[in-house]
């Protein structure tokens, strides 16, 4: 149990949790609501009418591998509030990894770049309360996910692969969706809340805290945390550079005018720092700050059933340098050995707006809309030891999209429904440094069945189509004028210009998804699959010891998900689920590269009305389908893996209605391993270039949570 010392805080709000906190079974039953659905949320979620801030008795478990659970299977909604293993999660690509499908490049401690089903980037969109934040680090230091902390939303929803049209660009491998929902309050309790403190090992010390009050008309809802953790040990018990610090806060004030119009004015502010044993350089500051603008009306019209929109800003404000979290190299000058000191500041500012109107009349429902966005690029650079390097904070890339959309949702009788959608895009990116433009039009449709029977079979099958535009990343991936010699490229190499923005063509991905769940007796099981064609895809590839370049070639990608399990006893249920993804460069004839490999997890649970007991079981196949030099913005692929497997164990506590313990026990047999997708260890740490560094080895955690 090193580092795993009891905090005065910790037994503070424990005893005030038991002493003052008096909720009754009954009472709690009589606050309790059931989340309301739009007509078509099962297909493609939107804001949800108000519900309670978070009431809901979910069952004592602390999850570990989450399945689809609407649209038969395509779409996986959870509680973002429910205990997760490994460690609750500090960031949202953490959090995603209990997802089945989702891996993530690791760096260190924090901060991963998630993958879904082997693809990256853009191809996966990220949404937070329905608008994009886009990172700024040119090498993802600061991916979307950064900064994002899962607990304080109410509900992650992830849509796979391209059957969705309703968000700006779509995601061709996925479409994450981060909500919070709007509270309600009973009339003789104008306000709610929950707050929880996880501590762990290393030194790992979590804060949450949700608390809102109102009544039928107004409301002020707080989100405030805090995550903070020293470096990590592997499993060889070798220290990992690897700490953070991370906070944020999110402000809502929300106005009921009537029982169907409702508005909502969030602000939100944020920062931390984070060490990465992968890189040259840290993040030293992710700052964020936040302002939105919400309004929704119901029942306008016999037809028109709703009409939302909103406008949302953000502005990121990322630091890297090489001397705030670790010791600055030295280098010679003028016969003396001094600190080169190094720094890069990058920002994104983005303004998105969207403006959506769902029609219902007969089996249909129909929603149409509009939406853009806007998003501007800056960065500098300064070197203690090279002043001539230094340069200001200067734009570099403009980017300005446009889009219009319809989703139609048909249901043809009580056992089939049809849901279809067609979108148009228009991008426009043109440079700041130079007369430089690009001009896209993508179109973007699917069509998808589904079907229900009476003996407990549901399936899906459909088909997408997406065309998506080079991002940020990968138009500077293409340029040839950096020199610095290095693969961490823009961690500490100078912002030049792109030679050509228009190098890369589109990406056309061609994708069909299909799955099932069936429930029979003490048995259920569930699949989704996906097979696509990739005309265009864009592929980056590090070329020996200078930098990577971005080119299309053309793939195939097929896998997926599927899971069995069965009920012992109406307490002792134990599941298996799998996922795996597969990937071929069809113009070089060599597979796809940063693809997790083939991954089971077998979850074994005694569950009670007031406590469980868990165990996690991690088996992960050696990855032996690589192309060595050849990869994402975040890493590539070095040398085939090692197969490995972990032992995780878990406990929740129900106190009572308000009151939750969870406690677990994460690598319980001290593996000393490493992930596929994980960045090569930095040299200044001693590792050797296509070293990689170890993941955590044993440690303890334990959550309180309370609800008021």
């Known amino acids: ?235 060889d018990g070798t220290t990992i550079h690897s700490n953070w610090e991370r906070w944020s806060s999110d402000l809502a004030l929300g106005w009921t005018l009537d029982a169907d119009t409702w508005f909502e004015l969030k602000a939100g502010v944020g920062d931390g720092e984070s060490a990465y044993a992968g890189r040259t350089m840290d993040g030293s500051q992710f700052q964020r700050e936040s302002l939105g603008l919400h309004a929704e009306k119901r029942n306008f019209s016999d037809v028109i059933s709703k009409l939302e929109a909103q406008i949302d800003y953000s502005f990121n404000d990322h630091v890297m340098d090489n001397y705030s979290l670790r010791d600055a190299p030295m280098t010679t000058m003028m016969g003396m050995s001094v600190p080169n000191e190094m720094s890069m500041r990058v920002t994104r500012r983005t303004l998105n707006s969207r403006i959506a109107m769902t029609s219902d009349w007969d089996q249909f429902s129909l ?29 570099d890339l403009r980017f300005q999209s446009y889009g219009a959309f319809g989703e139609l949702n048909y249901q043809v009788n009580p056992q089939n429904k049809v849901v279809t959608g067609l979108r148009f895009d228009q991008v426009k990116v043109d440079s700041a440094e130079n007369d430089q433009v690009r001009k896209d039009t993508l179109p973007s449709a699917f069509i998808r069945l589904e079907n229900n029977q009476d003996n407990g079979l549901n399936s899906y099958i459909g088909v997408g189509h997406v065309e998506r535009s080079p991002d940020y990343w990968e138009l500077y991936s293409t340029s040839t004028s950096y020199g610095n010699g290095t693969t961490d490229r823009m961690d500490n190499s100078s912002y030049l210009m792109v030679d050509n923005l228009n190098n890369l063509e589109t990406e056309k991905t061609t994708q069909l998804d299909l799955g099932f769940e069936h429930q029979l007796g003490k048995y259920h099981s569930w699949a989704s699959a996906y097979a696509g064609v990739i005309n265009d895809f864009i592929l980056v590839r590090y070329n020996g010891n200078t930098r990577p370049l971005a080119e299309n070639v053309d793939a195939t990608i097929a896998g997926g998900e599927l ?28 597979p796809l590269p940063q693809i997790a490999p083939l991954e089971g997890r077998l979850n074994l649970r005694y569950v009670t009305d007031q406590y469980s007991l868990g165990l996690l079981w991690r088996v992960v196949a050696k990855q032996d389908r690589i192309s060595v030099g050849e990869g994402n913005i975040v890493g590539y692929d070095l ?42 260890g930095a040299s200044v740490f001693g590792y050797a270039s296509n070293e990689q560094f170890n993941q955590t080895g044993r440690n303890y955690w334990a959550r309180v949570s309370m609800k008021f």
């Not at 307490?571 to 113009?587: C, H, I, K, P, V």
């Open 1 to 235: 149990m090193k580092n795993f010392k009891t905090q005065p805080l910790l037994v503070a709000m424990t005893l005030v949790c038991l002493s003052a906190v008096q909720i009754s079974h009954a009472d709690a039953s009589d606050t309790e609501t059931t989340q309301t659905h739009d007509h078509q949320h099962a297909d493609a979620p939107t804001k949800n009418s108000p519900v309670m801030l978070s009431p809901i008795q979910l069952s004592p478990i602390v999850v570990t591998a989450q399945q689809g659970n609407q649209a038969n299977g395509l779409i996986v909604e959870t509680d973002a509030k429910q205990t997760v293993q490994p460690m609750p999660a500090s960031d949202g690509a953490a959090y995603l990894n209990s997802i089945m499908g989702f891996n993530s490049v690791k760096n260190g401690g924090t901060n991963g770049d998630v993958t879904f089903r082997g693809m990256y980037g853009s191809r996966i969109k990220m949404l937070t309360d329905g608008t994009e934040n886009l990172g700024a680090c040119p090498n993802r230091m600061d991916a979307p996910t950064a900064y994002i902390s899962p607990e304080s939303f109410d509900k992650i929803t992830v849509i796979k692969g391209p059957q969705t049209v309703q968000y700006a660009t779509p995601g061709s491998a996925a479409t994450v969706l981060f909500e919070r929902e709007a509270p309600t309050f009973d009339k003789d309790k104008p306000y709610l809340g929950e707050a929880s403190i996880m501590l762990g090992s290393f030194g790992r010390i979590d804060h949450n805290v949700e608390v809102a009050v109102g009544n039928d008309t107004v409301y002020a809802r707080l989100n405030a945390n805090r995550s903070k953790s020293d470096d990590y040990q592997d499993g």
């Open 367 to 395: 929603i149409t809309g509009l939406d853009s966005q806007r998003n501007k690029h800056a960065g500098d650079m300064k070197s203690s030891a090279m002043p001539s390097m230094n340069m200001p904070l200067e734009e």
């Open 563 to 590: 899971g069995v399990g069965y009920n012992f006893t109406d307490r002792l249920q134990t599941d298996l689920s799998a996922m795996y993804a597969w990937g071929e460069n069809t113009t070089d004839n060599t």
């Open 639 to 680: 040398q085939e893996s090692e197969a490995f497997n972990t032992l995780s164990l878990n406990a929740n506590y129900q106190v009572n209605p308000a009151i939750g313990l969870a406690f677990g026990i994460d690598n319980v047999l001290d593996e000393t391993y490493t992930e596929h997708l994980n960045k090569a």
